[in-house]
């Protein structure tokens, strides 16, 4: 393929915008045309022949901006290949076993035929907006427990899969 992959993210904090970023580098490094924006400001899909769109994990839903995305252009998505990922357990579990998707994640996967997701640990440090935040950081239950190495391991097949297209 040598077209131009949209890698489009929801997230709160920052912590989710990284994962994209660094899974835009690594399809760039695979000789794909990336572009990397937040999920709100998407306007249109049209242009791109694939797409990878990510959602920080919040009490059990993906990010509102990321389900928003999905809910909008879920017609040119349903065209193109499309890549889904979550971040947000903060503890090591995501570098241990595969964590599916949440249910309305399952769901809109299915109705877009997605080929995969994965989900990525999460990071929550000091300075974090809300007060949900604010509890989880005053517990001691923070920190940045995502996996570069694993980003980009999966990111590579995404490419390579894209590149073989």
Do not use: Q
């Not at 979550?86 to 579990?93: E, F, Q, R, W, Y």
Request: hydrophobic fraction near 40%; proline fraction near 5%; charge should be positive.
């Amino acid at each position: 393929m040598t077209g131009t992959v949209l890698v489009t993210y929801g997230t709160t904090n920052g912590s989710t915008a990284r994962i994209a970023e660094s899974i835009a580098d690594v399809l760039r490094k695979s000789g794909l045309t990336v572009d990397i924006f937040p999920a709100p400001s998407v306007e249109d899909v049209a242009r791109y022949d694939a797409v990878v769109a990510g959602g920080a994990l919040y009490a059990g839903r993906w990010h509102r901006h990321a389900r928003r995305f999905l809910r909008r252009h879920r017609r040119a998505l349903a065209d193109r290949p499309l890549w889904l990922f979550s971040s947000g357990p903060l503890d090591p579990s995501a570098s241990e076993r595969n964590i599916p998707p949440v249910p309305r994640l399952e769901k809109a996967m299915a109705a877009l035929d997605a080929r995969g997701h994965v989900t990525f640990g999460g990071c929550l440090e000091n300075g974090a907006k809300g007060w949900v935040a604010r509890m989880i950081l005053s517990d001691g239950k923070g920190g940045d427990f995502r996996d570069f190495t694993a980003i980009e391991t999966w990111a590579a097949h995404v490419a390579e899969d894209l590149t073989r297209t």
